[in-house]
């Protein structure tokens, strides 16, 4: 998927720092019970 390509092209932290970011906010607000 993806999420998992952009780790493998981008290693260099940085952008896998930016990607959990963002699976962590999507999966978030997908779940609906976070506060």
Do not use: Q
Request: glycine fraction near 8%; charge should be negative.
């Amino acid at each position: 998927n993806d999420y998992h390509e952009r780790i493998d092209a981008n290693r260099d932290g940085r952008v896998n720092m930016l990607d959990f970011a963002w699976l962590a906010g999507s999966w978030k607000a997908a779940s609906g019970d976070w506060p």
